[in-house]
């Protein structure tokens, strides 16, 4: 029988609540809930939260798909790159040991600290730039593949610089971009952990994910009554924090 702490659960809604609420940083919690909380190994829990963060994207992505919010086009421009380089980011964690991953990890966790409390880029009627499009997709994609993140707080205002398109239509895309990535990241994952002997805990990634499906959902509801900006920078404190927190950790495990 799966037991998940009981301090687990609130962290759980918690990841599906970042996600519907600003659009991003499910995945930013998700893999501190499941190292600390859950006791999972840093490999696996990188990879856990890469199937997890695709569920809960994907149930986030449908009503945006159903109302058509969704730009294809940007998706495929932003989403086909991101996908390779998340294959190659993901391959290249196989040379790198979990606790380097959990340092860039924290790093890139302060860095997502900036974008949360920084203005989003203007709607701009300018041409769409292709070939930077196509940079940024793969960009995040090796990060998404190296350190288990989403990345949306990287892929919206990518998305409004780049593509041009309005924050609604960047938040949809982005939903669905994100699925596609952390798909092809946890694949590659999967087979790396898989020749190592490795199984996931197939019950504790379904009950994270349905309890972030059901906080992404009230998420979701409450977006529309809170104030984003300071959602976003009690958000960005709290990623200061745990960044912090980790890279501490990881020093002293270092140490030893």
Known sequence: MLTLPLIAWPAALAIGLSLGLLGSGGSI????????????????AIA????????ISFVGAMPYIRAQKVQWKVVFGFGMPGMFGTYLGAYASHWISGTIQLVLFAIVMISA??????????????????????GGGFLVGIVTGLVGVGGGFLIVPALLLLARIEMTQAVASSLVIICSNALIGFFKYFQLLHNQGLHFNW?????????????SWIGSKWAIKLPQT?????????????????????ANAYAH
């Open 29 to 44: 919690l998700t893999i501190p809930v499941l190292i600390y909380l859950c006791g999972l190994s840093e490999k696996m």
């Open 230 to 250: 300071l959602l976003r920078r009690i958000f960005a404190i709290m990623l200061v924090l745990m960044g912090g927190y980790i890279l501490y950790h990881s």
């Open 113 to 134: 600290a900036f974008f949360m409390i920084r203005r989003p880029a203007p709607h701009s009627t300018a041409p769409l730039q292709w070939y930077r499009l196509l």
């Open 48 to 55: 856990s939260a890469l199937i997890i963060v695709a569920c």
């Open 203 to 215: 019950p504790l990634i379904v009950l994270v994910s349905v309890l972030g499906i059901v906080g």
